[in-house]
């Protein structure tokens, strides 16, 4: 096995409460809420789907890990508004499109419709297969889906359950409002 096959992970605790990172030598490829024994069968299953080879091995100082880590960290203190981390993305062509609208064109303290995801991927009737990609996406915080609401500005679906979501938007517009005051 080579070195490359490892992935590497660590749990801490936030705000939110625990989660896992999982990265690799090229990114962070997973963020998780909750401990990495909660996600050891979806791990499995998620290396399985993307041809992933090599194991999963506590390392909080691997380079990425440890920069993610530190970026959560100041996003919590309100000292991070993006994160600079590379993402190591796995998932279809359609999925990692939508995840870079979100990291991208979702700024840090505002929301945004599926339907405006849709519209500005050029792509007005893939409101569903929007909403399906965000549902999918392993990056929770990073990339920003506690920032998509429905088109009603209802809180709808989040990994994470609402009650997170509706944190991590509360906490973001105060955070905003703080940010141009100054």
């Known amino acids: 096995m080579n070195h490359h096959s490892f992935l590497y992970y660590d749990s801490f605790e936030t705000p ?3 989660i896992t990172v999982l990265a690799n030598d090229e990114g962070v490829c997973r963020i998780d809420y909750g401990h990495h024994e909660c996600h050891l069968a979806t791990y499995q299953s998620w290396k399985k789907k993307h041809f992933l080879k090599g ?12 920069q993610i880590k530190k970026e959560i960290f100041q996003y919590f203190s309100g000292d991070r508004t993006e994160f600079q981390v590379p993402l190591n993305c796995y998932g279809t062509d359609f999925q990692r499109q939508v995840w870079r609208t979100l990291l991208y064109h979702v700024p840090f303290g505002e929301t945004r419709s599926y339907k405006d995801i849709a519209a500005s991927m ?3 009737k893939a409101i569903r297969a929007v909403g399906g990609a965000v549902n999918q996406n392993p990056f929770s ?16 679906g989040y990994a994470g359950g609402l009650e997170k979501k509706q944190q991590l938007l509360e ?3 105060q955070h905003h409002t703080i940010i141009q005051k100054q």
Not at 57 to 66: G, I, R, S, T
Not at 141 to 156: A, D, E, T, W, Y
Request: with cysteine; hydrophobic share 40%.
């Open 16 to 18: 939110l409460g625990p």
């Open 55 to 66: 194991e999963l091995v506590y390392d909080p100082d691997h380079q990425y890990v440890a």
């Open 171 to 173: 906490f973001e517009k």
């Open 141 to 156: 915080i990073v990339v920003p889906c506690h920032r998509v609401i429905g088109s009603n500005g209802k809180l709808v």
């Open 122 to 124: 050029h792509a007005p």
